[in-house]
C-alpha cells in the first residue's frame, strides 16, 4: 500500500523538479537579446590653470638696486617682501617693503603699493606681468616715488612660484635707479 501512495507524491515531485530547470532555460534566453560589445569611454582630465581667479600671494625676493643718474643712491644688494592680492585673474593690487645697502653702508628703505596686470599663459604656467605703483623712501631724506616696471612670474606648482622683475624708480628728475628681483612667491 505504501507503494501505491507514495507513487502520486513522487509524480508530482518529479514533474516539479523538472519544471524549475525549464524556467530558468526560458527566462535565460528571453533575456539575452542581441550581443553589443560595450566599452567605457574615459575623458581626459581637464588641466586646470595654475593662476587662479582670486588669490592671495606672499614673497620673499632678493633685490638689486642700480643708480641711473645720481651719486646721491649708490648701487646696492638688499631684499624685501611683499603681499599681493588678485581681485580678478589679470588685476592685482599688491604692498611691499624693501632693504638694501652698499659698501658705504647706505641704506635704502622703500615701502610701496602696486597695481599689476598679469596675462596667464596656463599651458606654460607663466604669467608676465607689468606693474605701476608708488612709494616712499626713508633713509633719513624722505621722499615719495614712483615705479613702472615689468615681470615675469613661473609657477611649477599651484602654491608655489618663482618670480623676477625689473622697474624703474623715479624719485626726482635727478634721482632715478633701477631695482631688480628675484625670488619666491608662496600663493593661498
Known amino acids: 500500500m505504501l507503494k501505491i501512495y507514495a507513487?502520486?507524491?513522487?509524480?508530482?515531485?518529479?514533474?516539479?523538479?523538472?519544471?524549475?530547470?525549464?524556467?530558468?532555460?526560458t527566462v535565460s534566453f528571453a533575456n539575452a537579446g542581441e550581443y553589443k560589445v560595450m566599452q567605457k569611454q574615459y575623458k581626459a582630465p581637464v588641466e586646470e590653470c595654475v593662476f587662479r581667479d582670486y588669490e592671495f600671494q606672499l614673497d620673499g625676493f632678493m633685490a638689486g638696486l642700480a643708480a641711473v643718474r645720481n651719486r646721491a643712491i649708490p648701487p646696492g644688494i638688499g631684499g624685501g617682501v611683499g603681499a599681493t592680492y588678485y581681485f580678478l585673474r589679470y588685476f592685482g593690487l599688491g604692498v611691499e617693503a624693501w632693504w638694501t645697502g652698499s659698501k658705504h653702508r647706505y641704506t635704502e628703505q622703500n615701502f610701496s603699493g602696486i597695481f599689476q596686470i598679469r596675462y596667464p599663459i596656463c599651458s606654460w604656467n607663466l604669467a608676465p606681468y607689468l606693474l605701476v605703483g608708488g612709494g616712499a623712501n626713508l633713509d633719513g631724506r624722505n621722499y615719495g616715488n614712483v615705479q613702472v616696471g615689468a615681470g615675469v612670474e613661473w609657477r611649477p606648482w599651484r602654491h608655489l612660484g618663482f618670480f623676477t622683475d625689473g622697474r624703474g624708480v623715479i624719485v626726482s628728475r635727478a634721482n632715478s635707479f633701477g631695482l631688480i628681483r628675484g625670488g619666491v612667491r608662496i600663493i593661498f
Open 7 to 25: 507513487y502520486p507524491i513522487i509524480m508530482k515531485l518529479t514533474k516539479y523538479l523538472m519544471l524549475v530547470p525549464a524556467l530558468a532555460l
